[in-house]
T-cell receptor, first 110, second 115 residues
Framework: RKEVEQDPGPFNVPEGATVAFNCTYSNSASQSFFWYRQDCRKEPKLLMSVYSSGNEDGRFTAQLNRASQYISLLIRDSKLSDSATYLCVVTSGGFQKLVFGTGTRLLVSP | NAGVTQTPKFQVLKTGQSMTLQCAQDMNHEYMSWYRQDPGMGLRLIHYSVGAGITDQGEVPNGYNVSRSTTEDFPLRLLSAAPSQTSVYFC??????????????FGDGTRLSIL
């Protein structure tokens, strides 16, 4: 079983739609949680950290459920520019050792 | 600031050849790491360093060596290239070795093909 699991998608949505991605992780000792965004053939970039109380950054909302070891990302009012792969990332075995999910691909169409 | 700079961007090697992938950062970051990204596998940690003179193995270290003689540089050496090492390699850095909420800054990547 992979340490971080994501639905690979792709999720095809029209502009303006709301879309949600989920991620599960297996290491209950994981301390920190993130969503990264990766455009085609580019480097990953931090989208947002995920906090236990849930957090929002503009159109993006992240939630963490430690009991269920589950992380989510909600994107409201999707834009064409949101088309990318979204990587769920957790720390494991040490503060900065990141474990990446394989990513969920999002395609937003006009 | 240039951020994290990786060279080369593309490289083709023959099986058995050796080479060094360069990574440099100008942000005075303590923590640096190397990942490889393969289809369907996600990014996997190869080696990491928490400061000059200190390195450790990640998830997939076999076939690779690293050193950290300065804060700025963290080269990755392929000792004897194998086709299984065909991948995209990313170098990343972050400010603090102890604060896990620090974002990782990635380089542009090196696309490596082993024939």
């Amino acid at each position: 079983r992979k340490e971080v699991e994501q639905d690979p998608g792709p999720f095809n949505v029209p502009e303006g739609a709301t879309v949600a991605f989920n991620c599960t992780y297996s290491n209950s000792a994981s301390q920190s949680f993130f969503w990264y965004r990766q455009d085609c053939r580019k480097e990953p970039k931090l989208l947002m950290s995920v906090y236990s109380s849930g957090n929002e950054d503009g159109r993006f909302t992240a939630q963490l459920n430690r009991a269920s070891q589950y992380i989510s990302l909600l994107i409201r009012d999707s834009k064409l520019s949101d088309s990318a792969t979204y990587l769920c990332v957790v720390t494991s075995g040490g503060f900065q050792k990141l474990v990446f999910g394989t990513g969920t691909r999002l395609l937003v169409s006009p | 600031n240039a951020g994290v700079t990786q060279t080369p961007k593309f490289q083709v090697l023959k099986t058995g050849q050796s080479m060094t992938l360069q990574c440099a950062q100008d942000m005075n970051h303590e923590y640096m790491s190397w990942y490889r990204q393969d289809p369907g596998m996600g990014l996997r940690l190869i080696h990491y360093s928490v400061g000059a003179g200190i390195t450790d193995q990640g998830e997939v270290p076999n076939g690779y060596n690293v050193s950290r003689s300065t804060t700025e540089d963290f080269p990755l050496r392929l000792l004897s290239a194998a086709p299984s090492q065909t991948s995209v390699y990313f170098c990343a850095s972050s400010y603090s070795r102890t604060n896990s909420n620090q974002p990782q800054h990635f380089g542009d990547g090196t696309r490596l093909s082993i024939l």
